[in-house]
């Protein structure tokens, strides 16, 4: 077999048998085959696409390159959720406590933060103390015991996929499907949970920008999910606003434990109680009526909120941030961002609004590189709202107040102020599965 005839095959449009994949993916991690021979297959992919089987196989080969969690030994139907990126996207930290405090498990890896969108491991993180390595017996025992872990993902988590991305990323192959498809679900499959829900981000502020793009997206992990036995939704949800009000580590935090304790803004309320109800759905706990009334139920009991100190404490992190939030690292310097007209908001470009964050210090441009858990920004008026001229749209908080300038004047730029009152569309756009 030679990677020569692999390559004209697909580019010939005809679909790569199982034994091709796997020749492609074990020959690229082991170093046998070379990077421009990858990126030109990986263009073939983009202009010619893949069929459900390459997709699934492409998938679980990419998984299987690595470490494969093994989480038989939970009690019960783990449940796992991914979101696609967006800005302002806490949910993670509110879903997986409702969901552990009706039964479900949740066994969840996620990752850090890079661009203009956020990554839950870095919120989870501004929490004093709080550790988000774990050895895998240790994140066994925890999900058993109170239903719920979310930890850092491990270096030996799909590296087909770590190899391919940092190809896509010079060669001009990060816009394709099956590729965007592969990536996401490889982690998954590789992280071990029987259920997976998907969070498919659309609009200004997500990498799909239109609701066609995100269903076929949406189809495509859904399809690879079921190809490889495991139970799998997911739901289109609006990125075209940022979610909540807050958007920076440590002050995402304190909008999380706000909304745990009932007081959450009602966009991002609503949304967490819906895809908490299907992951209880997808963990066979109850059909979905019933499992609203159950999330519902544990919200408004506290019970969620319980969980989540629960969490917090089994991981080392101090559980009094629940009811004191002065410990949390919320930036020092603060700027009111101003109305500069009167009308309406009509349009948030939600990217630049992530950009302003960044800016402040609240995310990276560069893997792995340093934050500030304390700087971010507080909308105030966000799509919809009416606003007069000098009203605050928006606080800013960093930890150096040279910052303040450049980030206040994107944030500005990137609010669109009309006479007319907009539609404003429910957060949640469809449902694939």
């Given at each position: 077999?030679?990677?020569?005839?692999?390559?004209?095959?697909?580019?010939?449009?005809?679909?790569?048998?199982?034994?091709?994949?796997?020749?492609?993916?074990?020959?690229?991690?082991?170093?046998?085959?070379?990077?421009?021979?990858?990126?030109?297959?990986?263009?073939?992919i983009v202009f010619n696409g893949m069929n459900k089987d390459e997709l699934g196989t492409l998938t679980l080969e990419m998984a299987?390159?690595?470490?494969?969690?093994?989480?038989?030994?939970?009690?019960?139907?783990?449940?796992?959720?991914?979101?696609?990126?967006?800005?302002?996207?806490?949910?993670?930290l509110i879903i997986a406590p409702l969901v552990a405090a009706c039964g479900g498990k949740v066994a969840k890896m996620s990752g850090r933060g890079l661009g203009h969108t956020g990554g839950t491991i870095d919120k989870m993180e501004s929490i004093p103390g709080l550790?988000?390595?774990?050895?895998?017996?240790?994140?066994?025992?925890?999900?058993?015991?109170?239903?719920?872990?979310?930890?850092g993902q491990s270096e030996g988590l799909a590296p087909a996929d770590k190899k391919l991305y940092?190809?896509?990323?010079?060669?001009?192959?990060?816009?394709?499907?099956p590729l965007i498809a592969s990536s996401v679900m490889s982690k998954k499959l590789a992280s071990g949970a029987q259920a997976i829900l998907l969070d498919v981000?659309?609009?200004?502020?997500?990498?799909?920008?239109?609701?066609?793009?995100?269903?076929?997206?949406?189809?495509?992990?859904?399809?690879i999910g079921k190809a490889n036995?495991?139970?799998?939704?997911?739901?289109?949800?609006d990125m075209d606003r940022p979610l909540g009000?807050?958007?920076?580590?440590a002050l995402e935090i304190r909008e999380v434990i706000d909304t745990l304790k009932g007081n959450g803004p009602e966009d991002l309320t609503h949304e967490c109680l819906v895809m908490a109800a299907h992951m209880l759905v997808l963990g066979k706990i109850c059909d979905y009526d019933t499992a609203f009334e159950r999330v519902q139920q544990a919200l408004d009991s506290g019970a969620a909120l319980e969980r989540l100190g629960l969490m917090i404490s089994a991981q080392g992190g101090d559980v009094r941030v629940l009811n004191d939030?002065?410990?949390?690292?919320?930036?020092?310097?603060?700027?009111?961002?101003?109305?500069?007209?009167?009308g309406y908001i009509i349009h948030m470009n939600t990217e630049q609004c992530g950009i302003a964050s960044v800016m402040l210090g609240a995310g990276r441009t560069v893997k792995d590189g340093p934050i500030d858990y304390g700087a971010g920004i507080v909308m105030h008026k966000k799509t919809g709202d009416a606003v007069s001229k000098d009203d605050v749209i928006a606080t800013l908080y960093a930890g150096d107040e040279s910052l303040l300038d450049g980030a206040e004047k994107t944030y500005i730029d990137a609010i669109t102020i009309d006479a007319v009152a907009p539609g404003v569309s429910n957060t949640i756009l469809g449902i694939v599965e």
């Open positions: 077999m030679r990677m020569y005839d692999i390559i004209l095959k697909k580019r010939a449009a005809q679909p790569l048998t199982s034994e091709e994949i796997h020749f492609v993916i074990s020959g690229y991690v082991n170093g046998d085959i070379p990077d421009y021979q990858v990126s030109a297959l990986l263009m073939t299987k390159s690595g470490h494969m969690v093994d989480l038989s030994s939970i009690d019960g139907v783990t449940v796992d959720k991914h979101s696609t990126g967006g800005v302002g996207d806490k949910t993670t550790q988000t390595e774990m050895k895998q017996d240790a994140f066994i025992e925890q999900v058993n015991r109170i239903g719920l872990a979310v930890i940092a190809l896509r990323d010079v060669t001009g192959t990060v816009d394709s499907i981000k659309v609009g200004s502020g997500a990498f799909m920008k239109t609701l066609d793009d995100a269903r076929q997206l949406a189809q495509a992990m859904v399809d036995g495991r139970f799998v939704k997911a739901i289109l949800t009000h807050a958007i920076g580590n939030d002065s410990l949390l690292p919320i930036g020092r310097y603060t700027r009111d961002v101003i109305a500069q007209s009167n």
